[in-house]
């Protein structure tokens, strides 16, 4: 059973710093490609960041790079988010997707974590 639990969300001020963690479990961690995402209120889900399953490609939205950071452990089964330079534009619900693509299988499968709540605010 595929399991992604993220945390370290919570609140912090203007300027500070967090540092998401999305542990995985009941898969080849190693093969996907993770990514963060992040809802704020009244808002579409957007795509934050990403990383490919070897973790020699990154990817960050424009309104965060340079601020953001993804990087991941394979030998931990996690992914990371390192938040810097917060701002209060920031406030979501960050998730983290793990997309599988399967040898042969004509689409990749996605799975989603349950979320942590990311509050920029003083």
């Known amino acids: 059973q595929v399991q992604l639990g993220e945390s370290g969300g919570g609140l912090v001020e203007p300027g500070g710093s967090l540092r998401l963690s999305c542990a995985a479990s009941?898969?080849?961690?190693?093969?996907?490609?993770m990514s963060w995402y992040r809802q704020a209120p009244g808002k579409e889900r957007e795509l934050v960041a990403g990383i490919t399953s070897a973790g020699d490609s990154t990817y960050h939205a424009n309104s965060v790079k340079g601020r953001f950071t993804v990087s991941r452990d394979n030998a931990k089964n996690t992914v990371y988010l390192q938040m810097n330079s917060l701002k209060p534009e920031d406030t979501a619900v960050y998730y983290c997707r793990a997309r599988i693509y399967d040898p042969g299988a004509p689409t990749a499968r996605d799975f989603w974590g349950k979320g942590t709540l990311v509050t920029v605010s003083s």
């Open positions: 009941g898969f080849t961690f190693s093969i996907a490609a």
